[in-house]
């Protein structure tokens, strides 16, 4: 777990940049909205577009932009970090690694850091608006939604290959689908589930298979 933190923490700097501008476009959206009172009073909307809630009925063009970027480039850190030893060293964690114990203390490190990440945003963009209630499903649904589109991310990397271009396809329209569709009883078995599966079914070599051959 150790080597997978500092991976992780290596990722995170090599993408502070990016980091940044991802913080930067939070930062305009509050600004947007809050020099704009009256409307804030009436629409909590924009209040969940900016924690990234799914399945706004009324959102507009620009507002679904700032949440398909939120998750993708959430998906795009997970794929870094998951991908490290693949990129790096395959060999070496094939020959030397237990394939179930790296998959668990990755998805344990994953699911650690969506969950720090998204209630430091979620409390943090509740601060700029303090008027809001701030209810228990604006802070679990958007966690979930965030775990669920990765959990599915990973399950396609394990079974598809990460350098297949289906991969690409089926993370595109899945993050669509959920985002547009989103039901809490069907994400949630969705979750667990994939989980299960990858826990039961994952092999480096099937990977190896997938992403070289």
Same mark, same amino acid.
């Given at each position: 777990m150790r080597l997978q933190l500092k991976i992780f923490l290596k990722i995170l700097k090599q993408n502070l940049l990016w980091i940044l501008f991802g913080v930067i476009l939070i930062g305009l959206g509050i600004i947007f909205i809050k020099v704009k009172p009256k409307?804030?009073?009436?629409?909590?909307?924009?209040?969940? =577009?900016? +924690?990234? !809630?799914?399945?706004i009925k009324k959102i507009s063009f620009v507002s679904?932009?700032?949440?398909i970027f939120q998750i993708i480039f959430i998906n795009y850190l997970i794929y870094?970090?998951?991908?490290f030893e693949f990129d790096n060293s395959f060999e070496n964690i094939i020959l030397r690694i237990n394939h179930k114990k790296w998959l668990i203390n990755?998805?344990?490190?994953?699911?650690l850091f969506i969950f720090i990440i998204k209630l430091l945003e979620i409390f943090v963009i509740h601060l700029f608006f303090p008027t809001i209630h701030l209810k228990i499903d604006?802070?679990? =649904?958007? +966690?979930? !939604?965030?775990?669920?589109?990765?959990?599915i991310f990973i399950t396609i990397l394990n079974f598809l290959g990460y350098k297949n271009i289906l991969s690409l396809i089926f993370i595109?329209?899945?993050n669509y689908i959920v985002f547009n569709f989103f039901n809490i009883y069907i994400i949630a078995f969705a979750f667990i589930f994939l989980i299960l599966i990858n826990l039961k079914y994952f092999n480096f070599k099937?990977?190896?298979?997938?992403?070289?051959?």
């Open positions: 409307e804030i009073k009436f629409n909590i909307e924009n209040f969940l =577009i900016l +924690i990234g !809630y799914p399945n679904s932009l700032l949440i870094l970090y998951y991908s990755k998805l344990a490190l994953i699911i604006f802070i679990f =649904i958007p +966690i979930l !939604y965030c775990l669920s589109t990765n959990i595109l329209l899945v099937i990977i190896y298979k997938n992403s070289y051959k």
